[in-house]
């Protein structure tokens, strides 16, 4: 069974390093790793060359964003399944991949993997531990999303479906795992163990985008979760019009 890991990245001279020798010394080898570069102007190209002989296609051009690359990557992929992993982000361990794909290969029938993900910040010092216990919770996802670095997706997920990039630009991996639980109805598959180490700081991580952090999950209660939805415009009235009463009974509710 084959894994095709795609890594997208933009100036990434500081990071894309590690995960590129994370990647090569995982102990399983049979991996189709696929390189988008969004042309950067840093040395990022140079340091990926070194590993030429271990990448199945590199290509450095401008893309529209980082969904907008892991899209066209998506054309070039021929594993069994796809994992997404960038710049910056680390596997837990070095065999990893080979209990993961121990695991997939005896439950093929799954079309939607994971484990649990590390949040590491830019010192190396993990800040939580996401386990995802709740995942069969219906309104899960709702709420929270799964690190898109600890999903093993088979391939034909993407068969006529790519990632949304007219509509987001954080969410677009959130949006797309929502479809494929509950319109897809995708067989789910926890491996209770950790995957990866992600690397906070980037987009999806920046409070400064909070505004579109806002609206991209305002548009996923809207689309997939229609009572969810309603209750927050409520809460959004409440808080707009009402905040000094409501906000102490909010709080109380909350809790």
Same mark, same amino acid.
């Given at each position: 069974m084959k894994? +095709?890991?795609? +890594? /997208?990245?933009?100036? =990434?001279a500081d990071t894309i390093d590690k995960t590129l020798k994370s990647i090569i010394s995982q102990s399983f080898k049979n991996i189709e790793l696929i390189i988008f570069d969004g042309k950067s102007e840093d040395n990022t190209v140079d340091i990926i060359k070194k590993y030429k002989d271990n990448i199945a296609f590199f290509q450095s051009a401008k893309d529209d964003g980082v969904y907008d690359a892991m899209n066209r990557a998506l054309e070039k992929a021929s594993g069994d399944y796809v994992l997404f992993f960038n710049a910056g982000d680390t596997f837990c361990s070095e065999d990893v991949l080979e209990n993961a794909?121990?695991?997939?290969s005896e439950n093929a029938d799954y079309d939607f993997v #994971?484990?649990?993900?590390?949040?590491?910040?830019?010192? =190396? /010092?993990? +800040?939580?531990?996401?386990?995802?216990?709740?995942?069969k919770n219906k309104t899960f996802f709702a709420d929270n999303n799964i690190c898109h670095q600890a999903i093993f997706y088979k391939r034909s997920l993407f068969s006529n479906d790519k990632y949304?990039?007219?509509? #987001? %630009?954080? @969410? =677009?991996?959130?949006? !797309?795992? /929502?479809?494929c /639980? %509950?319109?897809k109805k995708a067989k789910m598959l926890p491996l209770n163990f950790e995957i990866c180490n992600f690397l906070t700081g980037g987009i999806s991580t920046n409070m400064q985008n909070s505004k579109i #952090?806002? =609206?991209?999950?305002?548009? &996923?209660?809207? %689309?997939? #979760?229609?009572?969810? @939805? !309603?209750?927050?415009? &409520?809460?959004r009235f409440m808080l707009k019009t009402f905040k000094s009463i409501y906000l102490p009974l909010r709080n109380i509710f909350i809790k």
């Open positions: 894994l +095709t890991i795609i +890594t /997208v990245c933009l100036n =990434a794909m121990k695991v997939i #994971f484990g649990w993900s590390k949040c590491i910040d830019k010192n =190396a /010092v993990c +800040t939580r531990t996401d386990k995802y216990d709740n995942y949304d990039t007219q509509n #987001f %630009k954080i @969410y =677009a991996d959130w949006d !797309f795992n /929502v479809r /639980v %509950k319109l #952090f806002e =609206a991209e999950r305002r548009l &996923i209660l809207k %689309k997939y #979760f229609k009572i969810r @939805y !309603f209750l927050y415009q &409520i809460d």
